[in-house]
């Protein structure tokens, strides 16, 4: 079982650009999430979808937008890339018992 | 507003025990979770408090005081590969996930 994947590991974007972080998850879990992680801080929740056709705001929604078509699939888009968003984003989701969460193994992103 | 606490960094011995201590302010509480985390990696499950008492798990146990609004995670006979970031996360009256910024453990032999 893969668990939850990401893609890409790792990229460099322009200022300006846009980016699609894909994430799938292959443990049929209801709810799935968007983090980022920058040093010394905290993980800080995007967004976030409780079942599939449904998604909500996070603590740093601005600049990023979310749709979820699919139990399997959460793709995070950024429409137009600024510095500030340089980051580790991890994808997640939880099961419906302790709603544990499982994280993907990370995008690391560099805004120029 | 939501605060978790963990110190930033703290330093232990192979072989010896280590407490990771975690305090929070949240608007409610239901539950309390503790994950690790490597260098370069995601952070893993560890351990899940809903009520308090002690919960143990191997070498890990973790422990929970609703009144107090503290926990703490418990490594013994630590072992290098031990050596990870431990993040305490509080979930509120809203079920969203507050986390703490972590507590990186450095093992020494």
């Known amino acids: 079982t893969a668990g939850i994947t990401q893609a890409p590991t790792s990229q460099i974007l322009a200022a300006g650009r846009s980016m699609t972080l894909r994430c799938t998850q292959d443990m049929r879990h209801n709810a799935m999430y968007w983090y980022r992680q920058d040093l010394g801080l905290g993980l800080r929740l995007i967004h976030y979808s409780n079942t599939a056709g449904t998604t909500g705001k996070g603590e740093v929604p601005d600049g990023y937008s979310v749709s979820r078509a699919n139990t399997d699939d959460f793709p995070l888009t950024l429409a137009s890339a600024v510095p500030s968003q340089t980051s580790v984003y991890f994808c997640?989701?939880?099961?419906?018992?302790?709603?544990?969460?499982?994280f993907g193994p990370g995008t690391r992103l560099t805004v120029l | 507003g939501q605060n978790i606490d963990q110190p930033t960094e703290m330093t232990a011995t192979e072989g010896a025990i280590v407490q990771i201590n975690c305090t929070y302010q949240t608007s409610g509480f239901n539950g309390l979770f503790w994950y690790q985390q490597h260098a370069g990696e995601a952070p893993t499950f560890l351990s899940y408090?809903?009520l308090d008492g002690l919960e143990e798990k191997g070498r890990f146990s973790s422990f929970l005081s609703r009144s107090k609004g503290y926990s703490y995670l418990l490594l013994k006979e630590l072992q290098m590969k031990d050596s990870a970031s431990y993040l305490c996360a509080v979930r509120d009256q809203d079920y969203q996930l507050i986390w703490g910024a972590g507590t990186k453990l450095i093992i020494k032999p």
């Open positions: 408090n809903v």
């Open positions: 997640a989701s939880s099961d419906g018992g302790t709603d544990t969460q499982y």
